[in-house]
């Protein structure tokens, strides 16, 4: 199977589940790895499709890797999801990829980040974040800012209070829209969280991935506080079905998302057609 990926992109890998860890009601991550170890080495913001046989396949960010696995968080959504939600360590899936461009990993470097995050939309952004925290020589202050709808629906609880606090020159601030007896932390919508913690453009880049509501104002947020487009990236990962630029699913105007993103700066979008 793996020589006739080789040939045939659209041909997956087979690989298993070999861990499955519950992050919300409705997301799960999961540990995907094949008998030769890790399926493929992608760059932080790719993505990979993974299938079920007769159930289907979908496209999903990967949100983080190990040496011999892939990790995928992935949301109840639909059929394929909820069949994945229902299988247990061993599963077998198909796997191909890694798909799409990846984050500017060279247009970062040297510069403080900022990353702004809602929901399941954190689960591309961490692939980043893990990168920048294993190669920290590269890169400068790290400030992530993360909401959710409930304490219940924050994804990566571990990282978000645990592992990513004790990272050198790291911040991590947590909202969710309304909390709990539990909660005591801050509440509000991430948007407004932003301009209240009122972070400074200079010598930033600015990534931020979430619900597309709050994308949309999150980017009216940063140009209040006076970030440009170009310091401003963001990810795509809509409409995408075979990954390799030949169904025309995911185009805007000439652009394939599947092959010129998911991810692309602000002032990259704006010269598209409105369509995301």
Sequence with gaps: MAEAARVNPLVPQMGRITKIIDETPD????????DAGKPFTPLPGQLAMLSLLDVGEAMFSITSQ????LELAIKRVGMLTDALHEAEPGQSVGIRGP???????EMMRGKDLLFIG???GLAPVRSLINYCIEHRQDYGHLWIIYGARSP????????LFNNWPKVENCRVDVTVDRGDDTWQGHEGFVP???EELKPKPEGKVAITCGPPIMIKFVLQ???KLGFKDEQIVTTLEMRMKCG???CGRCNLGSCYVCLDGPVFTLAQLKKLPNEY
């Design 221 to 223: 947020s940063m140009e």
């Design 192 to 194: 407004a969280f932003v």
């Design 152 to 159: 219940a629906d924050l994804c990566f609880k571990d990282d």
């Design 118 to 120: 809602g929901g399941i």
């Design 66 to 69: 190990g040496p011999d696995h």
């Design 244 to 246: 390799i630029g030949k």
């Design 27 to 34: 997301v799960k991550t999961f540990h995907v790895t094949t």
């Design 99 to 105: 798909y799409g461009n990846g984050f500017p990993l």
